[in-house]
Structures are given as structure tokens and as C-alpha cells.
């Protein structure tokens, strides 16, 4: 059973930056692709960025060029680095693991609780 813990979530205000972790209990975690999505109240999860199991990495269009996803090396910590944040970005942001690489939220079975990104104006 694959169990993720998201924490680095905050208030930041507009132009500011944060970096959330994913801490990965699984060993096996390498095999998996490893995903980051947001849920904004009263909106639909939304994907945001994703790593597979080689490294090939694909975002959002709404993130691309200010949000950057990574690993540690020994593939147990799962990382979002945010910038230039906007008060769009707010919402919570859930780390999460599948075997399928797809930006769809139900294909992914793993999912942490998530931690809240507030994005100040």
C-alpha cells in the first residue's frame, strides 16, 4: 500500500513562491508515475504536473514555465516548486501515484491529504 504525506503548503502572497514535498512510504515508489493535482473550491481536481518512472516530466499549460516537479534521488520524496504564484493557484494540492501515464485524477489510485496553497493578492 502506497501512502503520501504532503506538506510546504501556505500563505503567500502574489509573485511569491513555495515548494511542496511528498514523502513516499512505498519502496517500490519507483515504478510508479508520481503526479501533483489541485482542487480549487467548487472546482473539479485538476491535473498540474506529473513524472514518470525514466523521468520524462509534463505539466499544465496554467504552470508551465513557473512550477517545476522533481525527486530525490532515491525516489521517496516527490517535490513542487512554485513560483511567480498567482491567486489562481490557490487551492489544496494533492500528491499522488498510478501506474498510467495520464493527467486524468481517476487513474491515479495513491493520494495524499493534501495541503492548502493560499495565494494572496
Known amino acids: 500500500q502506497v501512502q503520501l504525506v504532503e506538506s510546504g503548503g501556505g500563505l503567500v502572497q502574489a509573485g511569491g513562491s513555495l515548494r511542496l514535498s511528498c514523502a513516499v512510504s512505498e519502496r517500490t515508489v519507483s515504478t510508479y508515475v508520481m503526479g501533483w493535482f489541485r482542487q480549487a473550491p467548487g472546482k473539479d481536481r485538476e491535473f498540474v504536473s506529473r513524472i514518470s518512472r525514466i523521468g520524462q516530466i509534463y505539466y499544465a499549460d496554467s504552470v508551465k514555465g513557473r512550477f517545476t516537479i522533481s525527486q530525490n534521488s532515491a525516489k521517496t520524496t516527490l517535490y513542487l516548486q512554485m513560483n511567480n504564484l498567482n491567486p489562481e493557484d490557490t487551492a489544496v494540492y494533492y500528491c499522488?501515484?498510478?501506474?498510467?501515464?495520464?493527467?486524468?485524477?481517476?487513474?491515479?489510485?495513491?493520494w495524499g491529504q493534501g495541503t492548502q496553497v493560499t495565494v494572496s493578492s
Open positions: 499522488s501515484a498510478g501506474s498510467k501515464l495520464s493527467t486524468i485524477a481517476t487513474t491515479y489510485p495513491y
